[in-house]
Each structure stands twice: as structure tokens, then as C-alpha cells.
């Protein structure tokens, strides 16, 4: 029927053309990098790609498991729900990229030269911005289930498009004035996080009751805990880059991390959630 085919197809369209936008981008990246710096820096991009794209899997996955749940509370207007998924599943998926993210940051120099017998120029550099990246997005995906659970993706869908476009521009401009590559990954750094602002304020419009206040606590908390945490690892290394210094590392900064969010960013009810979680894992493993 053409009531219920027509807003399919509306759906899909807007969906298609944000992902649309966001190849424009990514293939457009590319081009530049290669037209101002040649094929070796671009290689160097393509590495920083493979290491994003294999860390972004882990967001992936929570994204999958939650996705069809947050679509369902909102299709039978349980909004309290709604919220309270959106706003725990944003927060964990999170804090998940960020403990990853740290201790392969505060290494980077080490795992990079151990995996390749050459590590090319700005490679380091590129994937440290790409991986900060990682975060923001898997943040503002969670954000974006819930306007796609609305149906209206239009607003959302051209936005992403104009801004994915007009970072372009803005990025060949930049390079043609002599900015560094290293632009390129920061631009896409503040493009991501201009996205997630958009679309968490697109979905409070959406849904009046949707209460911002938590995911915008959430966001500094965890941003001003991640940051601690690397700074007092980077101590920790001091420039050195060994074995031990990557393990004393890591495990400091998982350690302060954790302990940040749990005294200072956690409610009584996620700390809760999180000890019934692992009560179910344990008794699973033990049957």
C-alpha cells in the first residue's frame, strides 16, 4: 500500500543520503591528502583508517545489541524507557571507546612500531586524532538510533550532508593556505562532535521529555576523566616506550579512569545496573 510504502521510502532515502555524505567526506579526505602530499601520506591515512575502523568495532557491536530495543520503547511510547536507554546505552558505549582508546593512545609510538617494520610520516599523528574521533562518534550514534527511531531524518540527514560537504571546502582551502595534513583528521574531529550537538539537540525537539541535562553531564565527566587519567599516564611513561612502561601504563590509566566515573560520574542507578550485569555474567560462567 502507498501509506505504508511511502514513508519507507522516505526513511531509507534520508538514511541513504546521510551515509551518503559521510563517503563524500571520507573518499574527499583522501583525494586531498593525496593531491597536496602524495601517495605517502595517504598510505599513512589508509593505516590510520584500518586501526579506526578496527576499534570502532567494538561500538558497533553494543550499537547492534541496543539498537532494536531503544526502536521498540519508542514505538510503544514508553519514553521513560526510551530515555533511560538512550542515556545509559550513550554513556557505557563511551566509556567502553574511551578505555580502549587511552592506553593504545598513550602507546601509539610503541604499537605502531612494532606492527610496521616502517612507520610512515604523520601516521601516528593521523590515527591519534582518528581514534579520538572514534569516541565522539560512537557517542553520537547511539544519539542518532534514537532520531531514527522517530522517523524524521530529514533535518538530521542535510545537515550532515552540508557539513560533510562544506568541511570539504573548508579543508582544500586549508591546505591550499599551507595548513599541515594533520588538518584534515582534526577537521573531521570537530565535524564529528559538531554532528553529535546537532543531533542531540534535533532529538530534545523531537521529544520534549527527552531530558539533555544527563548526556551533556555524562560527556564532561567522562571527557574530564579520560583526559586525567592519559595526562598521568603520559607521567607515568615519561617518554619511555617499552614493554613495561605500555602495561604500567595501561593499567594506570584503566584504573584511574574507572575509579573517576565510578565516585564521580555514575548514578545509584547505573552503578547498580552495572553490579547486576556482572552478578548475571558471573553466575552464567559458573553454569
Given at each position: ?199 542531540s539537540m534535533l532529538l530534545h525537539s523531537y521529544i520534549k521529555s527527552f531530558n539533555l ?75
Amino acid at each position: 500500500k502507498r501509506s505504508i510504502l511511502r514513508p519507507m521510502l522516505s526513511l531509507s532515502g534520508w538514511d541513504l543520503l546521510g551515509h551518503l555524505g559521510y563517503t563524500i567526506r571520507l573518499y574527499g579526505t583522501n583525494m586531498l591528502l593525496n593531491i597536496f602530499f602524495g601517495p605517502a601520506v595517504n598510505a599513512a591515512s589508509g593505516i590510520a583508517t584500518v586501526v579506526q575502523s578496527a576499534i570502532s568495532g567494538f561500538s558497533a557491536n553494543v550499537i547492534t545489541a541496543v539498537r532494536p530495543s531503544i526502536i521498540k520503547s519508542y514505538a510503544t511510547n514508553d519514553i521513560r524507557r526510551f530515555d533511560t536507554l538512550l542515556t545509559n546505552t550513550s554513556y557505557f558505549t563511551l566509556l567502553i571507546m574511551m578505555v580502549i582508546t587511552g592506553p593504545v593512545l598513550l602507546n601509539l609510538s610503541l604499537i605502531m612500531t612494532t606492527w610496521l617494520a616502517t612507520v610512515p610520516k604523520y601516521c601516528i599523528d593521523f590515527t591519534f586524532l582518528c581514534l579520538l574521533s572514534n569516541c565522539i562518534s560512537a557517542y553520537a550514534s547511539i544519539l542518532y538510533i534514537g532520531i531514527h527511531s522517530t522517523g524524521k531524518l530529514m533535518t538530521s540527514s542535510l545537515f550532515r550532508n552540508i557539513l560533510y560537504v562544506f568541511s570539504i571546502a573548508i579543508l582544500y582551502l586549508l591546505l591550499k593556505l599551507g595548513y599541515p595534513p594533520q588538518t584534515a583528521y582534526a577537521l573531521l574531529l570537530v565535524t564529528q562532535l559538531l554532528v553529535g550537538i546537532v543531533d542531540s539537540m534535533l532529538l530534545h525537539s523531537y521529544i520534549k521529555s527527552f531530558n539533555l541535562k544527563p548526556i551533556l553531564k555524562n560527556l564532561l565527566v567522562a571527557t574530564l576523566a579520560f583526559i586525567i587519567s592519559f595526562i598521568v599516564g603520559l607521567k607515568i611513561k615519561n617518554g619511555v616506550s617499552s614493554i613495561a612502561d605500555f602495561f604500567l601504563s595501561s593499567i594506570s590509566f584503566v584504573i584511574i579512569f574507572f575509579f573517576i566515573i565510578w565516585t564521580l560520574g555514575m548514578s545509584s542507578q547505573q552503578r547498580l545496573l552495572i553490579k547486576v550485569t556482572i552478578n548475571k555474567y558471573v553466575k552464567r560462567v559458573k553454569a
